[in-house]
């Protein structure tokens, strides 16, 4: 039994009450992955399990194993990933601290827009998925930023979606 994370194989924590951001952070010190509501409402512990948004706030370490965890150390393991670069270009962050759990939850969103898949917003699987600001911005909606970035959050995403799609 393994929990691969950032391409680094772990064994689960023998404690099955661990939550996964409690393993990443505490035990891997992995810290890039915030503390934030402790309660999956905020979104600033936002991972990528098998690319897939997940809060590792509400997620037991045991739940990802054999699965392939990815952390924002991971996303900016070979340089800085397209989004990273992006929050820093359009000003999408103050403090900071929510930005780990943003840039994370973008990178997922930006592939569930490009599979099809729907938001609130786009309920409809057959339609084209089109980027607006207020798709972001649903798509976006579990990841809470306390300085107000949220505008430049949004830019950032839109850049980089239409680097992707070009």
């Known amino acids: 039994m393994t929990i691969r994370i950032n391409g680094t194989d772990y064994d689960p924590p023998e404690d099955a009450r661990v939550s996964l951001l409690d393993l990443l952070r505490d035990r891997l010190q992995l810290t890039g992955t915030k503390v934030g509501c402790?309660?999956?409402?905020?979104?600033?512990?936002?991972?990528?399990?098998?690319?897939?948004?997940?809060?590792?706030?509400?997620?037991?370490?045991?739940q990802a194993d054999g699965r392939k965890v990815t952390t924002i150390e991971g996303l900016g393991a070979d340089g800085l990933h397209p989004?990273?670069?992006?929050?820093?270009?359009?000003?999408?962050?103050?403090?900071?601290?929510?930005?780990?759990?943003?840039i994370c939850a973008a990178a997922a969103m930006l592939v569930e827009a490009e599979a099809?898949?729907?938001?609130?917003?786009?309920?409809?699987?057959?339609?084209?998925?089109?980027?607006?600001?207020?798709?972001?911005?649903?798509?976006?909606?579990g990841n809470l930023c306390r300085c107000g970035a949220h505008n430049g959050i949004v830019d950032a995403i839109l850049s980089v979606a239409q680097e992707r799609a070009a």
Do not use: K, W
Request: hydrophobic residues 35%.
């Open 38 to 62: 402790n309660q999956g409402a905020c979104g600033a512990c936002t991972v990528l399990i098998d690319g897939r948004r997940v809060l590792s706030c509400l997620t037991l370490a045991a």
């Open 83 to 102: 989004l990273q670069a992006a929050f820093l270009e359009h000003d999408g962050l103050q403090c900071g601290y929510c930005t780990p759990g943003q």
């Open 116 to 141: 099809g898949m729907p938001s609130y917003v786009t309920a409809d699987l057959t339609a084209p998925v089109t980027l607006s600001r207020d798709e972001v911005r649903e798509r976006m909606s």
